[in-house]
């Protein structure tokens, strides 16, 4: 059976100087990190560039670092293969102001706890590219976040597919629950797939239970409408203005037709603010001023 290794002696990378990666993050971030990895490489590389102090030391001592992803059923599906080019010692502080940690933060990731932390500059190689997302190996050992040396073991190849599967069919509309930062991150995929979705949405802030009822029939539909949200913070609602966005959480009331008629859609947006008890004036934590 053909097996990683066998890949990285086929490219002239001897596997003493490989470090294998399965990365399984914080659980706030695990269902999101494939798509990061697949669509957000900025944000996969920066998680990855810095790692606990026992495995500062591994990535000290080798050239390579081959990256996996663990997903929820177990299996450990390809991300890329990088080269070490550099790296550096930064504060705790410096590391969280990056601008792609606060993203990686809005998006479920935890802090790190040591006051000082080396950073790795990682540059992805080529030669790897057209397997990223498409193959899987058999990791054993139980479902852990770790990194070993490719030359203590086999890694055999288990699977390889088609298409890159890192990013996940968008879920059932009555199953899917976004925060605002998720928005601004979405799969294109998922994007063009709500660009077709007229719907009744309601959003609610987690902080005291208010919600807000609104509905998306414009050019783009539930996606444009959404992106306003998260480009704004408000949306243009006056009740939402005071409030803080990351508490928001976006879902889907309503599914409608693609080609349903606009007062069609306004008539159902209605008929849920009043079901819900939405309206501020009904005084139950309504954040509709009509």
């Not at 890192?166 to 928005?183: G, K, P, R």
């Amino acid at each position: 059976m053909l097996n990683f290794n066998d890949l990285l002696r086929k490219n002239e990378i001897d596997p003493e100087q490989v470090n294998v990666a399965r990365h399984r993050p914080e659980l706030a971030l695990r269902d999101k990190f494939a798509w990061i990895a697949s669509e957000r490489p900025e944000l996969f590389d920066y998680y990855q560039s810095t790692q606990s102090p026992q495995r500062e030391k591994m990535l000290l001592n080798r050239d390579f670092l081959a990256s996996f992803i663990g997903l929820r059923d177990g299996s450990t599906i390809f991300v890329g293969v990088y080269k070490k080019k550099n790296f550096r010692e930064v504060t705790k502080k410096s590391f969280h102001e990056d601008p792609r940690f606060l993203r990686l933060r809005a998006l479920g990731c935890n802090d790190y706890p040591e006051p000082l932390r080396l950073v790795f500059n990682f540059e992805e190689l080529k030669a790897f590219r057209a397997l990223k997302g498409r193959l899987y190996i058999q990791w054993g050992g139980g479902p852990r976040s770790f990194i070993q040396v490719a030359a203590n073991r086999d890694f055999p190849i288990v699977k390889l597919a088609e298409e890159n599967q890192l990013v996940a069919e968008l879920q059932h509309h009555s199953e899917l629950i976004l925060s605002e930062a998720d928005i601004r991150e979405l799969p294109h995929t998922w994007r063009e797939r709500m660009s077709q979705w007229r719907a009744v949405y309601i959003i609610t802030d987690i902080s005291d239970g208010a919600r807000y009822i609104g509905s998306a029939s414009g050019a783009e539909n539930l996606w444009q409408r959404w992106k306003y949200y998260s480009d704004t913070g408000h949306g243009g609602n006056v009740l939402l203005k005071s409030r803080d966005p990351a508490n928001f959480r976006f879902s889907i009331l309503e599914l409608l037709a693609a080609d349903e008629e606009k007062a069609v859609v306004l008539e159902k947006e209605v008929n849920w603010k009043r079901r819900l008890l939405t309206r501020a004036s009904d005084g139950y934590f309504g954040l509709n001023d009509n």
